[in-house]
């Protein structure tokens, strides 16, 4: 509505100049240079031969230009103190170097950042966020590792809340989801550089939420309790030398060997691996064996692993897989 009064307010000054103008030809000198250089001027001379239609479309531009801007400034200051400063231009936030989805919509966050035991990354200006996936540690703060935190659907114990925040249209409600667990998280405490940290995460959520986040991202300032895991306290392990590894190279009996496979080659034939072993290494370092049950319609990559008596499947978007390779026995 600011908008509106403030252009129509415009272009109803422009069309009352031009009149003016044009009226005021047959005037003396003075006058007509009084109504070009300074229209707005002769809506205060009265009995000086000046039209009055013509300065009655002025004074209604005028009034439709100041509501207009009496409406920004009570509405949205930031964007007034922009336009009367003349800094019009707003310069883009350099985009950080993670990506995703969130409900099948790209997402690509501006901001990522600590607020209290919650990590948020969020999309689109401050003040009207398009995007936003927060995961919060408020109650699984026993679930970090050394330097890490990693989490798989089978998993049991307390897991972060993980909140959903998108937008479907201009005309919809904004759409808002809790997830409580059975999803994949891997966040990596990574060296840091100055006085940012560096994190590396992975989430991928259960398929029917269409939502996953991968990439390394800088913070400012950690949570107390995250900074005392990133000191560690782990100590490094021995590593245990065979006794006689000669013997025991030779006592094992040859398996079969792992070959790569191209990612998109079976996603567009998927019968090339039916019930076939594979091992998918992630963009975060896990690596996981099982076997190939197939592709889903979305593009993502299922393989069955065997829990106990029970039997899990885990999807892959192929954007999250860093190294695929197959089973293949030796003749």
């Known amino acids: 509505m600011d908008a509106l009064l403030i252009l129509s307010g ?5 069309i009352g100049w031009v009149w003016l103008v044009i009226g005021s030809l047959r005037l003396p000198t003075g006058r007509l240079v009084v109504a070009i250089l300074l229209p707005l001027v002769t809506l205060f001379r009265r009995d000086q031969g000046y039209p009055r239609a013509p300065r009655l479309v002025l004074a209604v531009g005028c009034l439709a230009a100041l509501a207009g801007l009496a409406t920004l400034f009570h509405l949205h200051p930031h964007r007034f103190e922009r336009l009367v400063s003349g800094q019009w231009h707003v310069e883009q936030p350099e985009k950080q ?13 501006d901001r990522v950042f600590w607020r209290g035991d919650d990590l948020v990354l969020e999309e689109g200006p401050t003040e009207r966020v398009r995007r936003s996936l927060t995961i919060r540690f408020e109650s699984a703060r026993q679930l970090v590792n050394g330097d890490s935190i990693a989490l798989l659907p089978t998993d049991t114990g307390r897991w972060p809340e993980v909140l959903l925040q998108w ?8 759409g808002l989801r809790r997830i409580t667990g059975q999803y994949s998280l891997d966040l990596d ?9 560096r994190l590396r995460l992975h989430l991928a959520l259960p ?3 269409q939502t996953w986040v991968t990439g ?8 107390a309790w995250l900074r005392q895991a990133q000191r560690g306290e782990a100590q490094p392990k021995r590593a245990t030398t065979p006794s006689n590894p000669s013997s025991d190279q030779a006592m094992k009996p040859e398996l079969p060997r792992w070959e790569p496979v191209s990612v998109l080659a079976l996603v567009d034939e998927p019968r090339m691996l039916t019930d076939a072993s594979i091992r998918v290494t992630t963009v975060s370092g896990r690596s996981h064996e099982g076997r190939f049950k197939g592709v889903t319609d979305d593009g993502r990559i299922v393989l069955a692993k065997s829990h106990g008596p029970n039997q899990v499947d885990f999807q892959f978007h192929p954007v999250d897989i860093q ?3 197959a089973q293949h026995s030796r003749r």
């Open 10 to 14: 415009i272009v109803l000054l422009a």
């Open 97 to 109: 170097g993670i990506a995703g989805e969130i409900m099948g919509q790209q997402f690509r966050p």
């Open 167 to 174: 937008h479907a249209g201009a005309l919809e409600a904004p």
């Open 189 to 197: 405490l990574l060296p840091s550089v100055q006085s940012s940290s």
């Open 207 to 209: 398929s029917q939420h």
């Open 216 to 223: 390394e991202v800088f913070v400012e300032q950690l949570p």
């Open 323 to 325: 190294l695929l390779e």
